[in-house]
């Protein structure tokens, strides 16, 4: 019964973790007049069905550049998790631990897919000219190395 609760704990601070990186990439990049979080599954009008959303109303009109950071924003938190499972790795941490950290790599698993056209990797990537499938292979190793260490 404890898994259970740890893991739909885990989902949903990830969830607000992600949604909130992304406003706080929009205050810090364009400003943010107003916003909205749901950090529940749902259907939106623009997205179809999503896990999680934020919606905002942006001060100023962003650039590709700061455009591509709002999208890549929930990516620093991963990458936090990843280099924190590496310093973790030479101590035994608990299940509970493991299923919280291991939310996180999923996200960059899940992100790193990219399969709806107005996911994050999509977005950031047609901002900042990438090539969608550096950024997506670079996560999916990334979530399975960082997986493997962890268990």
Avoid at 42 to 60: C, E, P, Q
Avoid at 61 to 82: D, E, L, S, T, V
Avoid at 136 to 147: E, H, K, Q, T
Wanted: proline letters at 3%; glycine letters at 4%.
């Amino acid at each position: 019964m404890l898994y259970i609760l740890v893991v739909i704990f885990s989902y949903f601070f990830h969830a607000y973790l992600h949604e909130y990186l992304h406003l706080i990439a929009t205050k810090i990049t364009v400003g943010v007049d107003k916003y909205k979080i749901k950090v529940y599954p749902h259907i939106d009008s623009k997205l179809g069905f999503v896990w999680a959303s934020v919606w905002t109303v942006r001060s100023s009109i962003a650039n590709k550049f700061q455009n591509g950071i709002i999208y890549f924003a929930p990516r620093f938190a991963n990458i936090f998790f990843i280099v924190s499972i590496i310093c973790l790795q030479k101590f035994e941490l608990s299940i509970y631990w493991k299923i919280f950290i291991a939310s996180s790599i999923i996200d960059l698993f899940i992100g790193s897919l990219g399969i709806s056209e107005k996911s994050d990797l999509k977005m950031y990537s047609k901002f900042w000219n990438l090539n969608p499938w550096i950024p997506r292979l670079m996560g999916v190793a990334a979530s399975i190395f960082s997986l493997v260490i962890l268990i």
